[in-house]
């Protein structure tokens, strides 16, 4: 009975050990299946969001080509472009289209360096959501300042072209200044301050039929025209930019974190 008593305890024992064997086998399992999940889990969701960021750097770089178009529009379109021919060019104008082709360089540059995000290098995408937060603060800004200041820009741009009427019809006036006028006037497709036809400056006027050659529509009116269907179209372009920085912030940060998260779970 002593032997039978110790054979059972030595039985139980054994059992008992390899249970536990099993159940450390089983549960290891468990958890190498489980991390293994995981990892393909947040492998997967890195390489969904580095194609995001590949989309929206691709629409970023567009939309970049969009403003730097934009201003190289304004700048040489036929019914801006005299106004920069001028010897006193107005300022806000002169500054905001030079501003426009700068920052349209500038994003064009960033989205083609945030496609190097997909390199999952979290310090180039800090950068780039860095630079993406300061030209969004800079858009934010000039839009809000050029819509406050429409006003302003137009009358700037009617005083710059008053100026320069006023010293064509002086005394012995620059030829240069009747060939600057002469490409305003055609280019917005008026004459004068009052859209009245003079004789002596019939030759800077737009040429049409014989009562447009009389009287047509003044400078003043088809400045305030021009911009107020051009600001429109910036502004656009602009709101849509915009939406479109908001949402390569959120990216970056995503894959920020996801590259992270890979890197701690691995």
């Not at 178009?69 to 036929?78: A, K």
């Not at 920052?103 to 945030?114: H, S």
């Not at 005394?171 to 917005?188: E, F, V, W, Y």
């Not at 400045?223 to 179209?233: A, G, Q, T």
């Amino acid at each position: 009975m002593a032997a039978l008593s110790g054979g059972e305890m030595c039985i139980k024992y054994l059992m008992f050990a390899f249970n536990l064997v099993f159940w450390i086998v089983k549960n290891h399992s468990r958890a190498v299946n489980c991390v293994d999940w995981i990892s393909m889990a947040v492998v997967g969701g890195i390489k969904c969001v580095k194609y995001l960021m590949f989309v929206f750097n691709s629409f970023f770089w567009l939309a970049g080509t969009a403003v730097f178009t934009i201003g190289l529009w304004l700048r040489l379109d036929p019914q801006t472009k005299g106004l920069f021919e001028e010897t006193d060019s107005p300022n806000v104008f002169y500054t905001g289209v030079y501003i426009l082709i700068a920052a349209g360089a500038l994003m064009m540059v960033v989205g083609f360096l945030g496609c190097g995000a997909i390199q999952e290098s979290p310090c180039m995408l800090g950068m780039f959501f860095f630079f993406l937060l300061i030209i969004f603060a800079i858009e934010v800004a000039a839009g809000i300042w050029v819509f406050s200041n429409q006003s302003k820009v137009v009358n700037d741009i009617t005083t710059s072209y008053m100026q320069t009427y006023n010293k064509f019809k002086m005394p012995n006036s620059d030829k240069r200044l009747r060939d600057t006028l002469r490409m305003i006037q055609t280019g917005l497709n008026c004459c004068g301050p009052t859209g009245t036809v003079e004789e002596a400056d019939k030759d800077t006027c737009p040429q049409g039929e014989l009562l447009e050659e009389l009287i047509t529509k003044s400078c003043p009116d088809a400045i305030d025209e021009v911009f107020d269907s051009k600001l429109h179209i910036i502004g656009g372009a602009g709101i849509t930019i915009g939406v479109v920085m908001v949402f390569g912030m959120i990216f970056s940060m995503l894959l920020c974190c996801a590259i992270r998260k890979s890197r701690e779970v691995v």
